[in-house]
């Protein structure tokens, strides 16, 4: 009765905390939390029914959370909505921050985050393209290659695809500020429109690059014309700033790399405005800006400082011993500020290229113009030590828009599923459950084998030595009386 | 398990061990099946109280169903005892893990200590490591109550011991390389737990098997007797070659006296060969040959303890005959 009582309560006080068992492992996972106050819902999915609904069906295994202790990784599927929409972003693991057990994690040494996106989408956009028209632009051909890179198919196609409404806008800006490309301000339809006007307006113009000035101007004023608003308005498009350049952001002669420091955080402080919640943008009308480099790296191990955010000193933006070179003569023809062009693209929600060929540009081009993805994976690696117990993971959002959302995972104390294998990029791909007969059908195997081995040695000990000894001497047959002696309890058989 | 497959040799001590492995094996894969595939509501804190019942309760049912096949019990004969030893394997366990986890615990450990024994999704041993000891004791409990508590220190320090090594080779293969892996390290609880459990717990006794006398020589090759009697009294059997009244005649021809040599069993089943006659008779064996021919002078005749295997020599050079002693499963007879 005791023992009843006692498994009644215990098994009882398991229900109610809200912990979905995920298929196919030994882990639970508790309901996501999201944080209040967010532009974005982050939807972290935790249950079979969410990933059928809303995934491929040959990537709900995906979708679903996967905890590998062996390995020391961990798996989360997500997604974003907006008014429970689905509101797909071309993210990427600079976009997110991962958080595990109340840290967040930073990639590096033992600890690998990745994310992963699925199911492609185009979303309406309006491209608006900043072309680079300073004299440099002359020199190696380079305004040639940038109009080859922009007449690829490939990039006309990612411009204007087939299944969905984009609109395109081409600037050049020189030291005048940006000027439409044929110009008055057209915005391009379809592709011919398109090639008609790099074809027949894509020029070298003269004067110095007011690169900030301009992205600034795509970024600002021009998206609050009227004419855009009711654009965007209409077909629901997302702005996509693409900024081209050969060199350094550069206003007069005298200008020194450091003097770019404080005109870059005006820029940056400007985009992080027009990218906020307070300015009164929609996610979905919100712009992202995408630079692209046609050159060499003048800094190619350079990395926008974590802890940075839109003060930029002179040092860490240039190098020390750049600070004070000037650019226009010197430090443009050692290459291309990607310094700048990388946190641009940081803070404007999207990403930086440095190519020097037409292939590369046209690669550039086509990631500016990228697929949005309807969700997402996101992976680490870390230290299986820190997965001996459950454990609290949050992902939050940190471009685009904001979002953040948490679920606590519990994998099992005592038990774990077969463990992953080593799929493409080292990442673990969760094996069938049927993994388990490799180690039963060999385990059993063995022990049936040793089971039998005492019979087997056994007998054939006796069959090599315990042979019927051959007579010495000739022995008479026994006498007819001697076989019938008398009976023993059991006679008869053989060993 | 099948006493027939059993040889009487030192092997005979690991049958058990195998087999109670195999289901200890077959328990873990169970829970583990139970756990991917039916994805269970129970809260996170009864997954050690389910896994340690469940292997408890499978390596007990082992135990006893193994010791049915053995004893070729009946299917009904079996059932209830399969099912009782089984279920107060289960229950004992569920309930020291309970009183582990929620007094033991509690009263021991304090501070940080207290939070981390009291969180059951933290894989450790230390804080396990009496509840896999005890549910090791309960899957000896189970059985020996059946054995109405016969080898009672057997089943209580083996079944802790089964429940400690299971519960280290859990921790070992969790933490072996760099990493942690519980799907190795769940095997190995379960083949190590049932390994020992069936090391330890029970052996098979001697009462199942039977001393048996088989000649060897050319005359009546193979013939065999029975040595213990079917109540288990204690007997002997005698060997010579008389017509009438002895148990196994051998031919005088073969230098095989009236009564030669005679092997009595006494009540706690050991063996003794006597030698009975004046003719040679030796008892041989690996690096040992022991004399047992009879000498007039002496009151009583010379005797040596058998075993399995044991060779008796009747007689000497081309009038010869030999026996040998052989431990077969009593069932056969």
Redesign the interface.
């Known amino acids: 009765m005791i023992?009843r009582v006692?498994?009644g309560v215990?098994?009882l006080?398991?229900?109610g905390?809200g912990?979905t068992?995920?298929?196919?492992?030994?882990t639970?996972v508790g309901r996501p939390e999201l944080v209040d106050g967010t532009e974005l819902e982050l939807k972290i999915f935790t249950t079979l029914e969410d990933c059928r609904a809303r995934v491929q069906p040959d990537e709900v295994d995906l979708c679903m959370p996967y905890v590998d202790?062996?390995?020391?990784e961990v798996r989360l599927g997500f997604q974003f909505r907006l008014d429970s929409d689905v509101f797909p972003l071309p993210l990427t693991q600079e976009h997110i921050k991962v958080g595990h057990l109340g840290r967040e994690l930073q990639g590096g040494g033992a600890n690998t985050i990745n994310v992963v996106p699925h199911d492609p989408v185009r979303s309406p956009q309006l491209f608006i393209l900043l072309i680079d028209g300073s004299s440099s632009m002359a020199q190696g051909g380079r305004m040639e290659k940038v109009r080859k890179s922009l007449l690829m198919p490939e990039v006309v196609g990612a411009f204007f695809p087939s299944d969905i409404r984009t609109r395109v806008v081409v600037f050049q800006f020189t030291d005048r500020g940006p000027k439409p490309l044929g110009g008055r301000l057209q915005v391009l339809e379809n592709g011919r429109e398109y090639r008609k006007m790099i074809r027949d307006h894509l020029r070298v113009q003269s004067g110095y690059t007011h690169l900030y000035d301009a992205i600034r101007y795509a970024t600002g004023e021009f998206l609050q014309q009227q004419a855009i608003q009711d654009l965007l308005t209409l077909y629901e498009m997302t702005p996509t700033v693409v900024a081209l350049t050969d060199g350094f952001n550069n206003v007069s002669s005298r200008d020194t790399c450091g003097v770019n420091a404080e005109r870059l955080s005006t820029l940056l402080q400007h985009l992080e405005r027009v990218r906020s919640p307070e300015y009164g943008s929609d996610p979905r009308s919100r712009p992202s800006v995408y630079t692209v480099g046609l050159g060499r790296p003048l800094r190619p191990q350079f990395e926008v400082p974590r802890s940075a955010g839109t003060t930029v000193g002179a040092s860490v933006l240039c190098g020390r011993r750049n600070v004070n070179r000037r650019i226009d003569g010197d430090l443009e023809n050692r290459g291309i500020d990607n310094a700048s062009l990388e946190w641009i693209a940081k803070v404007g929600g999207g990403a930086s290229y440095v190519r020097q060929d037409r292939e590369g540009l046209g690669e550039a081009f086509r990631g500016a113009a990228a697929e949005r993805y309807h969700w997402f994976e996101a992976r680490y690696r870390i230290?299986?030590?820190y997965?001996?117990?459950?454990f609290r993971t949050t992902l939050r959002l940190i471009s685009f828009a904001t979002a953040e959302a948490s679920v606590e995972i519990?994998?099992?104390?005592?038990?774990?599923?077969?463990?992953g294998e080593k799929g493409e990029g080292g990442w673990t791909v969760q094996r069938p459950?049927r993994f388990?007969m490799v180690?039963?059908a060999p385990?059993?195997g063995m022990?049936?084998l040793?089971?039998?081995?005492?019979?087997a040695?056994?007998?054939a000990k006796r069959s090599m030595f315990?042979r019927?000894?051959?007579?010495?001497?000739p022995?008479?047959p026994?006498p007819e009386?001697?076989q019938?002696?008398?009976d023993?309890?059991?006679?008869?058989?053989?060993? | 398990m099948n006493i027939f497959l059993i040889p009487y040799t030192w092997y005979r001590h690991l049958a058990m061990a195998f087999w109670c492995a195999s289901w200890g094996l077959a328990g873990w894969a169970g829970v583990l099946t139970i756990f991917v595939k039916l994805s269970p509501s129970w809260h996170p804190a009864l997954d050690g109280s389910v896994l340690l019942s469940t292997l408890s309760g499978t390596i007990a049912f082992a135990s006893i169903a193994g010791e049915a096949a053995l004893r070729r019990r009946s299917l009904l004969q079996s059932v209830w005892r399969v099912v009782l030893g089984t279920s107060l394997a289960v229950l004992i366990a569920m309930l020291a893990y309970w009183v582990w986890g929620e007094v033991f615990n509690r009263l021991v450990y304090s501070g940080d200590a207290a939070i981390d024994a009291a969180d059951s999704s933290l894989v450790s041993l230390r804080y396990r490591f009496g509840a896999f000891a005890l549910a090791g004791l309960a899957s000896g409990l189970g059985p020996l109550v059946l054995r109405k508590g016969s080898g009672w220190f057997n089943h209580l320090a083996g079944g802790m011991a089964a429940g400690i090594t299971g519960g280290v080779a859990w921790h070992l293969l969790n933490y072996q390389g760099h990493g942690s892996d519980l799907f190795w390290a769940g095997a190995g609880l379960g083949g190590a737990w049932g390994f020992v459990h069936g090391l330890l717990c029970w052996g098979i006794p001697n009462e199942l098997y039977a001393g048996w006398l088989r000649v060897m020589s050319w005359n009546r090759y193979s013939r065999r007797i029975p040595v213990d009697s079917l109540d288990g009294q204690p007997t002997e059997r005698f060997v010579g070659h008389f017509t009438r009244g002895l148990d196994l005649f051998l031919p005088a021809d073969d230098g095989v006296m009236e009564m030669h040599v005679s092997v009595a069993v006494d009540e706690e089943q050991r063996y003794t060969a006597r030698g009975l006659s004046l003719q040679p008779t030796r008892v041989r064996r690996f690096l040992e040959s022991i004399n047992l021919r009879y000498d007039p002078r002496r009151p009583a005749p010379l005797a040596t303890k058998l075993s399995s295997g044991d060779r008796i020599e009747l007689g000497e050079g081309a009038h010869q005959a030999e026996l040998e002693f052989v431990m077969l499963p009593k069932e056969e007879r």
């Open positions: 023992l006692l498994f215990s098994l006080s398991g229900c905390d912990l068992p995920i298929p196919n492992t030994t639970r202790r062996s390995n020391g230290h299986p030590y997965l001996r117990r459950s519990y994998p099992s104390a005592w038990l774990d599923a077969p463990p459950y388990i180690l039963l385990a059993f022990l049936l040793l089971s039998y081995m005492g019979a040695v056994f007998n315990m019927v000894r051959q007579p010495r001497a022995t008479e026994a009386d001697h019938s002696e008398p023993p309890p059991v006679e008869g058989g053989s060993l």
